[in-house]
């Protein structure tokens, strides 16, 4: 059983269209990442939320931390084919573990 | 500056044989990390290190070992590698618990 589960695991969309991309859990987390990672690189941070109910922004993509704090989610509107990538969330829990999510695959087709 | 270094890039093992997994990090971070990767999984943390000379276990740490000699290098082990070990293996590291990690460019390991 994974901490952070995403949804959905496959996204296929046109250029142009909007998504968004959902990762819960049944804990509670103080912070929360997303992380986007192309074919054969790392992950690479996109965003950190930390207060519950906080949303940011960045360019096309909208990010939420749920109220109480076990989930978020992200956003993309009209999307390009620059977007393409895993999507992965990512927090730390007590102790210093931490976990990623199982990952949503974005493919944005010309 | 190269950030996160990860050597090798590739390697095959047979089933039963070692090797050990090297990451380099120029950041000064105090904390690194290995994970491993696998198709609808998203990363597993394996083992991570706090500091130069501590090492502590993530949620899949069986079959594996670490160390953190010095604050830039962190090694992984696979004493006796199983094809269940197959996997993309990553390398992180972070300045605290909590803030941006960043990553190495992987390790793909086939184990036959």
């Known amino acids: 059983t994974q901490l952070l589960e995403q949804s959905p695991q496959f996204l296929s969309i046109q250029e142009g269209e909007n998504l968004t991309v959902y990762c819960n859990s049944s804990?509670?987390?103080?912070?929360l990442q997303w992380y986007r990672q192309e074919p054969g690189e790392g992950p690479v941070l996109l965003v950190t939320?930390?207060?519950?109910?906080e949303v940011k922004k960045l360019k096309r993509l909208t990010f939420q931390f749920g109220d109480a704090r076990k989930d978020s989610s992200l956003h993309i509107t009209a999307a390009q084919p620059g977007d393409t990538g895993l999507y992965l969330c990512?927090?730390?829990?007590?102790?210093?573990?931490?976990?990623f999510g199982t990952g949503t695959s974005l493919t944005v087709i010309p | 500056n190269a950030g996160v270094t990860q050597t090798p890039k590739f390697r095959v093992l047979k089933t039963g044989q070692s090797m050990t997994l090297l990451c380099a990090q120029d950041?000064?971070?105090?904390?690194m990390y290995w994970y491993r990767q696998d198709p609808g999984m998203g990363l597993r943390l394996i083992h991570y290190?706090?500091?130069?000379?501590?090492?502590a276990k993530g949620e899949v740490p069986d079959g594996y070992n670490v160390s953190r000699l010095k604050k830039q290098n962190f090694l992984l082990g696979l004493e006796s590698a199983a094809p269940s070990q197959t996997s993309v293996y990553f390398c992180?590291?972070?300045?605290?618990?909590?803030?941006?990690?960043?990553f190495g460019p992987g390790t793909r390991l086939t184990v036959l």
């Open positions: 992180a590291s972070s300045a605290s618990g909590g803030t941006e990690q960043f």
């Open positions: 804990s509670v987390f103080s912070s």
């Open positions: 939320v930390v207060t519950g109910g």
């Open positions: 990512a927090g730390p829990t007590t102790g210093n573990q931490f976990y």
């Open positions: 950041m000064n971070h105090e904390y």
């Open positions: 290190s706090v500091g130069e000379g501590t090492t």
